[in-house]
């Protein structure tokens, strides 16, 4: 498009520059009394222009076609308004026709072909199919490793006791991640995505965390202008270093609806199931085998073009067959976005959790129903690495649980670092 501008620009500035008369702005009335004087009517296209009034100088100036359609000087100012205006289409039949002209000069011939050339490109219809891959790497550290709490007190038993000299107490953990994301848009309702990823998660002195995950989806969105309503569902395979493997299914459906220019309102549900790999060294893996109902209502509000504010609350009910490892879940989430200069934004969110048991467990504390309340904080900051298709993200996370049971106390800190590559087949 700039290449355009400077074209058109560098070959009729002497043109447009002696056709303008600044001496006194052309009145409405004056154009009613005389519709057909050419060089009245397209100053005031020019004044309206140069005004913001770019429809009343794009009226005017299709009028004057009208009235003078070889007019090539006329002709040329529409195609540059055209051209300013995002108008591709219409800026391509005006060169057409331009090149068909045999009064055209050889001079402006070449400019005009090397303008069609640029327009054909932008008039290209970009692939439907998109592929991403994305690759994240993370580093943390975690107080209370293996249920080991930083004063170094456990209940079990219904005893409050010490742990063993040199039991782990903290530790640094370590993170990797690839995925890759393929979209297809059968039309401009109907968007479909599947995904494929890794993940792999490590800590330095102690296995309790490590573990590599496979996590499978797909997803279909239907898009009008005022809503949307997202379907999916996915499967992931999770191989623990320290405990059983397990396998997890999960659909659910999610809508949003604009209710205006700045607010939007949101809400859905999903169900999943885990199933837990029972073995001979892990037998009683089956009691934890679970059923997670969740449901969400949200809203976005815009402040400002730039400032997009967030909330959301969710309800999740966990069903286990032991009734320990089920529970009632409340929680809220705060967000805030700002789009900072050269498309990079900057983020932060909170949440806060409640998760109460259905019933205590007697390993630790039978007298005493375990209730959980978990906080995160995060900051990010992201966006495009210049003109490329590569796409960066940094992101630091502060999570905190507190516990009636000291045994699930934890603290855990951790910065992340994501790279995006936008990949093309066609």
Known sequence: MNKIKILLLTFFFLILTFSYDPVYAVTYQEIQNDPINLSLNLKYAKEQRVLGNTKNAMVTLERLLFLYPNDLDLTIYYLDLLIELGSISKASDVVNQLLAKDNTSQLLLEELELIANDLELQQKVPSPLSINLTSTVNWGYESNTNSVSTHNKQYLGNVLSDYPAGTVRSDRTYGANLTLLTSYILSEQHLFSASIGFNKTGQERDNNRMSDVNPYNISYTFSQP??????????????????????????????????????????????????????????????????????????????????????????????????????????????????????????????RTANKYHASDALYLATKVRKDFISSTSLGVGGPIRE??????????????ESNIINYTTSAQTVGLSLTKQLSLF
């Open 226 to 351: 005022r809503y949307s309503i997202n379907n999916y569902a996915s499967y992931s395979r999770t191989n623990n270093f320290s405990s059983n493997n397990s396998f997890q299914r999960t659909g659910g459906l999610s809508t949003n609806f604009n209710i205006n220019d700045r607010l939007s309102a949101s809400a859905g549900g999903s169900v999943s199931f885990t199933k837990n790999n029972q073995t001979e060294k892990y037998s009683t893996a089956r009691l934890s085998d679970s059923r997670s109902q969740q449901a969400s209502l949200g809203t976005n509000y815009s402040l400002t073009q730039d400032d997009l504010l967030g909330a959301s609350l969710s309800y999740n009910y966990k069903k286990a067959r032991a009734r320990y490892n089920g529970f009632i879940g409340r929680s809220f989430q705060l967000s805030y976005r700002r789009n900072l200069p050269l498309n990079q934004s900057l983020s932060l969110g909170f949440s």
């Open 388 to 401: 490329s298709t590569w796409s960066y993200a940094i992101n630091l996370t502060w999570n905190n649980t």
